[in-house]
């Protein structure tokens, strides 16, 4: 699982929506203007007008870090302006002076925004960080006043009321259907009453969010676990305990040997420590994290927040916070989501206690006498692991160099598949001497966009990996796509060779798979464009394109030992596929359990969530909503609980009712890898046909009816639970698990 951000704050994802007019283009927005007497401010500065750069791309050169704030201060009168113009025009509302002219506003603010957010993520400052506080609330309340705005909506209705009678591109109608869903869903069809009441659930929400953000990340960064001897510490390298000794000295307990806690309920260090009580301590911290153990505790927010989502939804007439949230995922309703996880628990739930008893078996052939508990798990399960299939992956990492990974791996399947071909440049301004730049040429050798590759690992780069766009595809702006991967993988030491981890292979090859998405876009209207999509869709693309990373065809041109050239093994690369199906009732299981965790808290009704007013009723209904899975829970904890789950209570939505999306692009990904495998593989007909049914569709139209028109079927399940090893390939057809019908499936 991969952390990924396309929009880097929900603000920005709003904006990123917003853009100014091409030469010689009719703009309806100055049209507007001039027959409402409304003057629109001019900009002035580096973001007043677009980049006379190559493809537009940002000249950092001409950027400083002061430019900001001024920036989206004129950014947000100017678009507040253009707002008035649209709504004051005096000529009736029609899909070009109202919808488009929309989609043109706030030019000035995608631009800045798009910059500004790209740094913070990848290359921030203090600075960058300070203005960031200050600019981020100030979007959310300059986004809402556009969105609840009931003039400016009157407008749109008019033109979506009327829409049967128009003749529209199906883009077109997308796009107007989406304006107007989108403010319905703000609360524009809402009384004055409610909407207010909906603003200040909002901005409570952001408080408490932010708060639970808090003090989850208190409650692990500033309670390292505490061991008194260094044997407590045994099995981990010494490297490891001198720096456990320094970061205790540091933290105020000099003598003794501090371990951080981690984000996941698993900690890394767990597997290697042979001490099994200090394993079962640094467990526990984890386990208990925010949950009043200590002094940090999230029970009494989470149930504040969940009380606020249940009444917001019931202000829209929704019976829970999941059916309000799921509005435009293509899962569409939590049954839909709940029914395709809830078919996955008996055979995970077998597998778990097979699982379960094979450790015990290895703990008794260990001299151990006692019964396998989540602390001891990944050391047994490791162990195995090496044994049955004899992985040795600091071996394998010297057959991956990072440049030959690009160039001759990510890039030459993307030539083989789609044609594309690459081009370092050294002549664009980057905002990191380790920043490099691409210009990639289409199948007919046309320029197609501009590719920027950040690979290392920096202090001021936050963790993970994720791809954007600096600039947009968009027919209406005649722009070609400037797209963005930042990855973290660890800079070698001058003069050393700059090897890659297998991980960080896949990683690089799933975030390229982001940026075919977006340089494949086809559209007129950026707030459509590339991978402007669901969010349980947009993580298909990517996971499909890691299939070439072990591509036979693929790795055989790109996997050389750095030091003979010699290329990989198959047999290194079987051992990986083989272990792949290894441990799953754990690795698939604990996201499986936040996953459905996380949709019993949003399908809480507004008296539920009320009812659970202390936090013993908190722990409780966690306790008791796990249990009800009919998963082994307490072998196999959830990989976050309630108390530090971030990705569903931290940040006003987040991924709540959302955290089954890994696992839905996932079951996608896998039918289309096998949908490729039976069809020839690494083709250039494979290739052209995924662009043309869903890599070039940017989100104009239903998810369901794009995978049909690659597949030629609806998605089956099958493939990913084979995948996991959780079926037999061949028990596939019988299994009791899925008929290979997936519910919900039957849209349109
Ligand atoms: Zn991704």
Redo the contacts with the bound molecule.
Sequence with gaps: M?A?ILATTAAAALLSACTTAPGGEMDPIADAAVDAGISIPNGTGYFASDSDLPFQAPNFDAISQEDYIPAFEQAMRIHKAEIEAIKANPAPPTFSNTIVALEKSGRMLGRVSRVFFALTGSNTTDRLDEINTEISPKLTAHGDSITLDPVLFQRVKAVYDNRAATSMTPEDATLLENTYEGMVHAGALLTEAQRERVKAINTELTTLTTEFGQQAKAAMADQPVIFDNRSDLAGLSDSDIKAAADFAAEKGFPGKYAIALQNTTQQPSLPSMENRAAREKLFMASFHRADGTTDFDTRQLIAEIAELRAEKAALFGQPDWATYAMWDRMAETPKTALDFMEQMVPALAATQRREAAMLNAAIKADGGNYEVKPWDWYRYANRIKAEQFDLDEDAMTEYFQLDKVLEDGVFYAAGKLYGLRFERRTDLPVYHPDVWTYTVFDRDGSELGLFYFDPFQRPSKRGGA??SNFVDQSFLWDTKPVIYNVLNIPKAPAGEPQLVSFDNVNTMF??FG?ALHGFFADQRYESLSGTATARDFV?YP?QVNEVWATYPEVLSNYAKHYQTGETIPQAMIDKIEAASKFNQGYDFGEVVEAALLDMKWAALSKEEAAALDTPAKVDAFERNSLKELGLEIDLVPPRYRSTYFNHIFSGPTGYSAGYYSYLWTEMLDRDSRKWFMENGGLTRANGDHYRETVLSRGGTMDYFKMFENFAGRAPDVTPMLEARGLIAGDEAADSEVSDGALPGTATE
């Design positions: 991969k990924h994720w791809m799933h975030e982001h993580e990517s």
